[in-house]
């Protein structure tokens, strides 16, 4: 260009400093996101969910890969019908739909049976809504819960085998806390005594020399001794 006869370069800067910081920033929050993603002991995994309604797997985490034993690769684009069992697909797909049309998180417990075995989830599902308001993907948090619910489920059987010993024990047990509320009578106790569960100590109208015995074997067993 020339310029007053003379000929010159005209060059023109614009500050783009703020524009490096916010992609940079964003890059960093992408990163985050992605070591959570990768490295949570949760299943995590995102359905896109076409205009029409069909859902459609979008990504699967490290730990989704594990408890299912199908990679992200096996997954992405594909409907649950096309990667899982037609009796898994159908509960999942069930549950998806459910969401869909709650248009709410829901959360539940499931069963679900992999190639690899039977396991127990407690999952959340959340759906994502686009600026037209319109759900366009679920986002899927799924904790495996199958040691916890065995051992609740052992525990529970555990207890009743001890319940069926105790109420088929031919003399008179019960127990009570620290506070002599009862908490447990077995059936010969309930024979002589009637049901004294929930019931205080002192609640019970028991003849002065029963009440005697009863408070100095009450005391000697709280004590620590034998009664």
Same mark, same amino acid.
């Given at each position: 260009?020339?310029?007053?006869?003379r000929?010159?370069?005209?060059?023109?800067?614009?500050?783009?400093?703020?524009?490096?910081?916010?992609?940079?920033?964003?890059?960093?929050?992408?990163? +985050?996101?992605?070591?959570?993603?990768?490295?949570?002991?949760?299943?995590?995994?995102?359905?896109?969910?076409?205009?029409?309604?069909?859902?459609?797997?979008?990504?699967?985490?490290?730990?989704?890969? &594990?408890?299912?034993?199908?990679?992200?690769?096996?997954v992405?684009?594909?409907?649950?019908?096309?990667?899982?069992?037609?009796?898994?697909?159908?509960?999942?797909?069930?549950?998806?739909?459910?969401?869909?049309?709650?248009g709410?998180?829901?959360?539940?417990e499931?069963?679900?049976?992999?190639?690899?075995?039977?396991?127990?989830?407690?999952?959340?599902?959340?759906?994502?809504?686009?600026?037209?308001? +319109?759900?366009?993907?679920?986002?899927?948090?799924?904790?495996?819960?199958?040691?916890?619910?065995?051992?609740?489920?052992?525990?529970?059987?555990?207890?009743?085998?001890?319940?069926?010993?105790?109420?088929?024990?031919?003399?008179?047990f =019960?127990?009570?806390?620290?506070?002599?509320?009862?908490?447990?009578?077995?059936?010969?106790?309930?024979?002589? =005594?009637?049901?004294?569960?929930?019931k205080?100590?002192?609640?019970?109208?028991?003849?002065?020399?029963? &009440?005697?015995?009863?408070?100095?074997n009450?005391?000697?067993?709280?004590?620590?001794?034998?009664?």
């Open positions: 260009a020339e310029l007053q006869g000929r010159c370069l005209i060059t023109s800067a614009h500050d783009i400093t703020a524009q490096r910081r916010a992609e940079a920033a964003l890059r960093h929050s992408e990163q +985050r996101l992605r070591e959570v993603f990768d490295h949570t002991t949760d299943a995590v995994f995102l359905l896109q969910v076409a205009p029409a309604g069909e859902l459609v797997y979008e990504a699967f985490n490290p730990a989704s890969e &594990r408890a299912s034993g199908l990679s992200h690769e096996q992405r684009g594909r409907p649950p019908a096309a990667v899982m069992p037609p009796d898994v697909a159908a509960k999942l797909d069930a549950n998806y739909q459910r969401c869909l049309t709650a709410a998180p829901i959360r539940y499931e069963e679900v049976r992999f190639a690899a075995g039977a396991r127990i989830f407690d999952t959340l599902l959340v759906p994502i809504r686009n600026e037209e308001g +319109r759900i366009y993907r679920l986002a899927g948090f799924a904790r495996d819960v199958t040691e916890h619910r065995c051992a609740e489920q052992a525990l529970r059987e555990s207890e009743a085998r001890l319940q069926a010993v105790l109420n088929n024990f031919p003399y008179d =019960w127990s009570m806390d620290a506070d002599g509320c009862y908490q447990f009578q077995n059936t010969t106790s309930i024979r002589l =005594w009637g049901s004294l569960l929930g205080r100590f002192e609640d019970i109208d028991f003849s002065p020399e029963t &009440r005697e015995h009863f408070v100095t009450n005391r000697r067993a709280l004590g620590g001794g034998v009664a």
